[in-house]
């Protein structure tokens, strides 16, 4: 069976002062606790910010770091009930990449904790040939959970986290792997009535 290790984690926000950065960084150590090989993707990095006016050459990089990834996980603020701007514009401008890959979501926001972000992405992510899995975690109000480093500062919720997050990354496995499994048996190719654009 195949033990599919690598994961790109791929942050959904480009605000200045972005929260994004502290639940990024707890979920990258929670990952390799549970024995991944986590990739940050920023999408504010410089070498792929312009992707979001559609650059050549950044979605050719953006391509590059996505290339034979076991599995992502989404790691997103919600925004006006959805997901950001720059990341649908990230999702949007790569398609092979996603295919029949494993993809996890992880939400923070106010009151729902980001869930109605994890609700817009599932139907985007299926029209992508992507598997998202059922568990989800998330945060509520995380500029009260988070220090600077990304550790949760109360222990009872670093706890409840730490479970969920146990969860989600055994689900992750199981589909990384049975995925990874189905691929090497028989290519996943792109129907023949569907164009690239």
Known sequence: MSQGNRIVVMMGSIREGRINDRVAAWVMGQLQQHGFAPELL???DPDLLPVQIQDKAAIARLRDRMAGADG???VTPEYNHA???PLKTLIDSVTDEWWARPI???SYGGISGGLRAIEALRVILSELHTVTIRDTVSFASP?????EAGNITDPEHAA????AMADFSHRLRWWADALADARAAR????PKDKEQD
Do not use: K
Request: aromatic share 16%; proline share 12%; hydrophobic share 40%.
């Open 187 to 190: 290519p996943y190719d792109r």
């Open 83 to 85: 997901e950001p701007g």
């Open 104 to 106: 996890g979501l992880i």
């Open 72 to 74: 992502f996980v989404i």
């Open 42 to 44: 920023d999408p504010a």
């Open 143 to 147: 500029w009260r959970r988070f220090d």
């Open 160 to 163: 409840a986290a730490e479970t």
